[in-house]
């Protein structure tokens, strides 16, 4: 296919932030646009193409689309997800992938029975720091891979639904970029203060190590996010905002990168990585290919040690990782 055709559900904040504008830079085109709202729809469509929809059977009906993107509320996407699988329709949805690990796994067999994508928007996999990290890291030995520590911070959450979990909403984006960056997790240990503050201890399958500090104490509009990966004989790396690194290797600086104008708090679409998945997405569409970097069985992996630190602060206790096959 040349340009694919795709339609959103949802037309909230979000979406209409980070999505619609994104879209045909991405190299898709606007088919269909459905909410629950019509005034919401219909100023969607007016802005951004495509038509105005309250139902979002019959727009995939009507339009046949290549690909769906869902952007809704956490609590809906697993259920709408296998929806649009089971009627033939690629998807992607925003993070996180359900509300639970084991909603996700069922999302993930049922893409695979239907031999289709399913992705999730977890975007700093997308990010230009992680590109270089991924690369970086691919660089050593799993064995010399010695820790990562992360510091990543918000402003405060009512941690009274889904949607306004701190650790579900917010830290499950670096949850998921650990992952992406040192591979499975074998166990870890979560200490917490009030669901607003939580230090986490993980030990990765290859054996090394990493430290979260995360709180939703701060503010959002001057973003913390400071991620340092040490690997042996002094190789290391510092990444600031999603946006700013410095690597060293074998005791010597090598490489800096810093850019011309503050993009994290979200002016770029690949130093936030919102531009750079939709991309992966839409060329996933094109290719035909099954599967992206945060493809849903990726995402099922990310709720499960989302799960684990959850588990480990309610328990106190040591908490094994185990990951299910599809």
């Given at each position: 296919m040349d340009i694919p055709r795709v339609c959103i559900i949802g037309a909230g904040g979000l979406s209409t932030r980070r999505i619609y504008p994104n879209l045909g830079a991405a190299g898709a085109q606007l088919a269909g646009v459905c909410d629950l709202d019509p005034a919401k729809a219909n100023r969607n469509a007016k802005l951004f193409g495509g038509k105005a929809y309250g139902d979002f059977a019959q727009m995939l009906a009507e339009q046949k689309p290549d690909g769906v993107i869902v952007c809704i509320g956490p609590e809906q996407h697993a259920k709408l997800a296998m929806q649009i699988l089971r009627l033939g329709f690629p998807v992607y949805t925003e993070k996180p992938p359900a509300a639970s690990a084991e909603a996700a796994l069922e999302v993930a067999r049922v893409a695979k029975a239907q031999c289709l994508l399913c992705t999730t928007a977890f975007k700093k996999r997308y990010t230009d720091a992680a590109n270089r990290a991924k690369a970086w890291i691919s660089q050593r030995v799993p064995g010399d891979l010695y820790s990562i520590s992360v510091d990543y911070c918000s402003g405060a959450y009512k941690n009274d639904s889904p949607r306004t979990d701190f650790l579900l909403d917010f830290t499950v984006h670096i949850i998921d970029l650990v992952s992406y960056l040192f591979?499975?997790?074998?166990?870890?240990?979560?200490?917490?203060?009030?669901?607003?503050?939580?230090?986490?201890?993980?030990?990765?399958?290859?054996?090394?190590?990493?430290?979260?500090?995360?709180?939703?104490?701060?503010?959002?509009?001057?973003?913390?996010?400071?991620?340092?990966?040490?690997?042996?004989?002094?190789?290391?790396?510092?990444?600031?905002?999603?946006?700013?690194?410095?690597i060293t290797e074998n005791g010597k600086p090598c490489e800096w990168r810093e850019p011309p104008t503050f993009t994290s708090s979200g002016d770029s679409g690949r130093d936030t990585g919102h531009l750079a998945e939709l991309e992966d997405y839409v060329l996933a569409l094109k290719e035909g290919r099954k599967s992206t970097r945060s493809n849903i069985y990726e995402s099922y992996k990310t709720m499960v040690l989302y799960e684990a630190i959850r588990a480990s602060v309610l328990s106190g206790q040591k908490v094994p990782v185990n990951y299910k096959v599809i």
């Amino acid at each position: 296919m040349d340009i694919p055709r795709v339609c959103i559900i949802g037309a909230g904040g979000l979406s209409t932030r980070r999505i619609y504008p994104n879209l045909g830079a991405a190299g898709a085109q606007l088919a269909g646009v459905c909410d629950l709202d019509p005034a919401k729809a219909n100023r969607n469509a007016k802005l951004f193409g495509g038509k105005a929809y309250g139902d979002f059977a019959q727009m995939l009906a009507e339009q046949k689309p290549d690909g769906v993107i869902v952007c809704i509320g956490p609590e809906q996407h697993a259920k709408l997800a296998m929806q649009i699988l089971r009627l033939g329709f690629p998807v992607y949805t925003e993070k996180p992938p359900a509300a639970s690990a084991e909603a996700a796994l069922e999302v993930a067999r049922v893409a695979k029975a239907q031999c289709l994508l399913c992705t999730t928007a977890f975007k700093k996999r997308y990010t230009d720091a992680a590109n270089r990290a991924k690369a970086w890291i691919s660089q050593r030995v799993p064995g010399d891979l010695y820790s990562i520590s992360v510091d990543y911070c918000s402003g405060a959450y009512k941690n009274d639904s889904p949607r306004t979990d701190f650790l579900l909403d917010f830290t499950v984006h670096i949850i998921d970029l650990v992952s992406y960056l040192f591979g499975n997790a074998a166990e870890v240990f979560a200490f917490a203060k009030d669901f607003h503050a939580y230090a986490v201890s993980l030990r990765f399958a290859n054996g090394a190590v990493g430290s979260l500090n995360l709180t939703d104490g701060r503010t959002f509009g001057i973003p913390t996010e400071e991620i340092e990966i040490t690997a042996r004989d002094a190789n290391f790396m510092s990444i600031h905002n999603s946006s700013c690194w410095r690597i060293t290797e074998n005791g010597k600086p090598c490489e800096w990168r810093e850019p011309p104008t503050f993009t994290s708090s979200g002016d770029s679409g690949r130093d936030t990585g919102h531009l750079a998945e939709l991309e992966d997405y839409v060329l996933a569409l094109k290719e035909g290919r099954k599967s992206t970097r945060s493809n849903i069985y990726e995402s099922y992996k990310t709720m499960v040690l989302y799960e684990a630190i959850r588990a480990s602060v309610l328990s106190g206790q040591k908490v094994p990782v185990n990951y299910k096959v599809i």
